[in-house]
């Protein structure tokens, strides 16, 4: 069964500073890999997604990815973290087939320190 | 854009009633999924769909059923709503692999 592991619960960084979150999965076949973003109240906002080809993974407000099919892991990455990025992230595993279920990892919550 | 909507942002509802949560999608997809949000736990999948009447349960279902009559609407149906049925539902459709999500239901059960 897929499953997906976020080992940080909780993360603060500085404004300014780099940031990486952490997620490993399990899945049998090629796995569908996603990033979300929730904010306080909000929904979920797509960061990015992998499907194939190149491993690392460029998203929307300067986020990145990075596919290691040897480790299981697809670490999200931030160069500098903006205030507006305090949120909470989850990363998601899909696969192949039309009715494929997305399972999510627990999430960890991002603080952001002025 | 597509769209996923889902009828209510808050409901509150009392121990024992039936409550329905509703989802439409405007995209003509055939999959559609059911997710419980709780603190510390992630989404978990409640139920899912992949096509008009065709339903599965996901990791959790116990307490709930669904209802998929047409294409774009699918509900969730708390027959007898309980207090650890107090979460943020969360539904989304798919289609290939592209996954959109509504903005949720925030449900108290008093």
């Known amino acids: 069964a897929q499953s997906v592991t976020q080992p940080d619960i909780h993360i603060t960084v500085s404004e300014g500073a780099s940031l990486e979150l952490r997620c490993n999965y399990s899945?049998?076949?090629?796995?569908?890999l996603f990033w979300y973003v929730q904010s306080p109240g909000q929904g979920l906002q797509l960061l990015l997604k992998?499907?194939?080809?190149?491993?690392l993974v460029q998203g929307i407000k300067g986020f990145e990815a990075e596919f290691k099919r040897s480790q299981s892991s697809f670490n999200l990455r931030k160069p500098s973290v903006h205030w507006s990025d305090a949120a909470e992230y989850f990363c998601?595993?899909?696969?192949?087939?039309?009715?494929?279920?997305?399972?999510f990892g627990k999430g960890t919550k991002l603080t952001v320190n002025p | 854009d597509v769209k996923v909507t889902q009828s209510s942002r808050y409901l509150v509802k009392r121990t024992g009633e039936k409550v329905f949560l509703e989802c439409v999608q405007d995209?003509?997809?055939?999959?559609m999924f059911w997710y419980r949000q709780d603190p510390g736990l992630g989404l978990r999948l409640i139920y899912f769909?992949?096509?008009?009447?065709?339903?599965e349960k996901g990791d959790i279902p116990e307490g709930y059923s669904v209802s998929r009559e047409k294409k774009e609407r699918f509900s969730l149906i708390l027959e007898s709503a309980s207090t650890n049925q107090t979460s943020m539902y969360l539904c989304?459709?798919?289609?290939?692999?592209?996954?959109?999500f509504g903005s949720g239901t925030r449900l108290t059960v008093v």
């Open positions: 899945y049998g076949a090629t796995p569908y």
């Open positions: 995209m003509d997809h055939e999959n």
């Open positions: 769909s992949y096509d008009v009447k065709m339903k």
């Open positions: 998601a595993v899909g696969g192949e087939g039309g009715s494929e279920k997305l399972v």
């Open positions: 992998y499907f194939s080809g190149d491993t």
């Open positions: 989304a459709s798919k289609e290939n692999y592209g996954y959109t």
